[in-house]
Each structure stands twice: as C-alpha cells, then as structure tokens.
C-alpha cells in the first residue's frame, strides 16, 4: 500500500466495498431476511457485485497482482452460482425437442404466471387472453401450473372452460385468494393430463394476495406431488415503477420520497416471502412422495427463497437449460424468478426452455422430465 498511488488506493477502497458486497451476496442465500433484511438486496444484486469484483480482479492482475487475490478468492466461491443465471449448452433442436415429448415415461411440465391473463387491460384483454390460451394449446404440455390465475362464471372472459377444451390437462386443482359476487375468482391453479389423487393449500399467515398449493398426482404406476408455489409479490404500483424508470433513464427522481418507499416494499416483500419460504420448505422436507416444484418465487436464485426451497433438489434451468434464464418480462431486466424445480432421486430433465412471448410479464417455463424407475407403463 506504501507504494500505490493516489488512484490506485481510491480503487482499492472502492474493491473492498464490492467485496464486502459480493460476500453478503453469498449471506443473502443462508440467513433469512427476517433476521438480517439488507443481506437481500446484495442478493438481488449478485450479478453486478460479481461482474465488478471480476473488473478489479483483472485489473490487479495487470498492475499489482497480489491484490487480485482478495478478488479472486470470492470470485471462486461464487463461480458456481454464474450457472443461475446462463447456460453455456447449445439448446437442442426441434427433432429433439419433438422425440423428448414423445419419449416413454416422460412429463412435459409447464409454469406460467399469467397475470390473470390481462384482465385489466380493458381495451386488449381478450387479444391477450387467446394469445395465451394459443400458446398453452400449442405446448399441449402433461402438467400446467399457473399463478395469478383468473376465471369467471358468466362466459364473458372465458379461461377454465376453454383450456378444459384446447388441451389434454383436464384434471385440475384450484386454490382461491378472492372471489367476487361468487362469479369471479382468483388465484393459483394446476392441471394435469393424468389422474389427481389428493391436493391441498398451503396456507401463509401474513398474506392474502399469494397462496401456494400442492397437488399429487398418479403417472406411470406412481405418485408424484406438485407444488405450484406463487410467494409474496413486492406489490409495486404504477408510481413506483414510474421511478425506476427515471432513475434508470434520466438518472434523476421527481420524486424524493419514491427511494424510501420502495425499499420499504421491498424489505417487507423480502421478510414475508422469508416465513413463507420456511413453511413450504418444512412442507417439502416431509414429503412422502417425488417432487416437482414450480412457480413464481419473485425472487431469484441469489435469495434466501431460491436456496431453502431447492435443497435437495435439482433446478430444470441448470441442468437442461441454455443461454441466459430471464424470466421476468418487465421493467426490471434479466430477472429469473420463475422456476421448475425436481427431485432427482425420481427425475432427469432433459430438456427446459423459456418462451419469449411477452403477453404477461412473466415469460412462461417448460421442462420435459423423465422418471428414472417406472413401475408400470402408463
């Protein structure tokens, strides 16, 4: 240090500040937001901490290579979690893709938030709507699970009628978060090409807008039980987005209190998918039968959520997916908050893809699976 410059000591500071925020990055995986919150947003911010402790490790490695050191030990401990975010395998062609689905003993499983199919987009909501529905009628997949789910008893917006026509997943299960004038409903739902045999919710003390749920299902001579996950959403409005807009364009804010109020979401989205998390990862730990777990976590894999609700399992992206695992279709960029997760004691994926058609603002995750012991074919 005697002999650095003044630059160079200003840099080095500047190092040790995207260590020590790369290192609670690597802290937000294993200590809860209840306990310690603000080891989420380094979280949230893995890549970046990652990319710029990356920056200061070649650069020290050019003018004063003892110094990478510090960089590149927690660049090591983290490489492993670069995979969350990209796959460097070629992705596999339609004739593959076409004999993956057709294979024996195989589950073509599909997660979408749907973000109740655009109801509230008065002017293009049914557009939407059937755009959807078209593109869930193309998947034809086994094992549809859906968040922000919506339909309704009248026949003006139809959803449930018309995927029990389109598809062959016609065996369905269906937790509610609200109804209105007993004609309209929401919430999550799962369908299912073969037969459902027992199902229940999973029940959240703190929440009334997010709701998990679990469904077992009979598949080639054995039970398997999905979990269709949809954890606590941040709940920005329009102001709030408004903000990050600005602040991601013009670098300014109208609106000086628009920082406090969004971290102040944020911090309490972050503790309360944390209790959530805790419940449904108990719930797992005792489950008696193979897993596959989808949903929208909003959270990505550098969570506390990601990490508690994954032990023990195997992550579709990871080992059967390619190029980079964006999810999120909105503001935000490059977000995977989406997942198909399974037990690899009972499945292989062989194959995962992400679909980028932005009709919500999530982008729709499928995952062909493969049971490694069959009892029966079905």
Not at 262 to 281: G, L, N, P, S
Request: charged share 20%; proline share 3%; hydrophobic share 45%.
């Amino acid at each position: 240090m005697k002999y650095m410059s003044v630059l160079q000591r200003m840099l080095f500071a500047v190092n040790i500040i995207a260590m020590l925020g790369l290192l609670l990055s690597y802290l937000a995986l294993f200590v809860s937001p209840a306990k310690l919150w603000v080891a989420a947003f380094f979280g949230l911010g893995f890549p970046l901490l990652y990319l710029s402790n990356l920056f200061f490790f070649l650069f020290w490695l050019l003018f004063r290579w003892r110094l990478a050191l510090f960089s590149g030990i927690l660049l090591a401990a983290g490489a492993v979690k670069i995979n969350d975010l990209y796959q460097w395998r070629t992705p596999p062609s339609f004739r593959e893709i076409e004999q993956a689905k057709a294979a024996d003993s195989t589950i073509h499983v599909t997660s979408y938030n749907v973000r109740l199919f655009d109801l509230y987009n008065w002017t293009r909501n049914k557009f939407t709507r059937n755009s959807i529905l078209e593109l869930l009628q193309r998947e034809n997949a086994d094992v549809m699970c859906f968040q922000e789910f919506f339909y309704e008893d009248t026949g003006k917006f139809n959803t449930l009628d018309t995927l029990l026509q389109i598809q062959p997943a016609r065996n369905y299960h269906i937790e509610h978060t609200a109804h209105v004038k007993k004609v309209n409903h929401w919430g999550i739902a799962t369908f299912s090409r073969f037969p459902i045999v027992s199902k229940g919710q999973i029940m959240f003390r703190d929440s009334s807008d997010n709701i998990s749920m679990y469904t077992d299902i009979k598949a080639y001579g054995d039970t398997f039980r999905v979990y269709n996950l949809h954890l606590e959403s941040i709940r920005f409005k329009r102001e709030d987005y408004k903000a990050i807009k600005e602040l991601a364009e013009n670098d300014t804010l109208v609106d000086s209190e628009s920082p406090r109020r969004i971290i102040e979401k944020m911090r309490r989205a972050f503790i309360r998918r944390a209790r959530q998390t805790d419940v449904i990862a108990r719930h797992i730990a005792l489950c008696p039968h193979p897993v596959i777990v989808c949903g929208d976590f909003n959270d990505t894999p550098y969570s506390y959520s990601y990490h508690q609700i994954s032990k023990g399992l195997k992550d579709a992206f990871r080992t059967a997916g390619s190029g980079l695992g964006t999810t999120y279709a909105g503001l935000i960029p490059m977000l995977r908050i989406d997942y198909i997760l399974y037990n690899p004691a009972y499945f292989d994926a062989v194959y995962f893809h992400t679909i980028r058609k932005k009709l919500s603002d999530h982008y729709p995750v499928n995952a062909i699976l493969r049971l490694k012991n069959v009892k029966q074919t079905h």
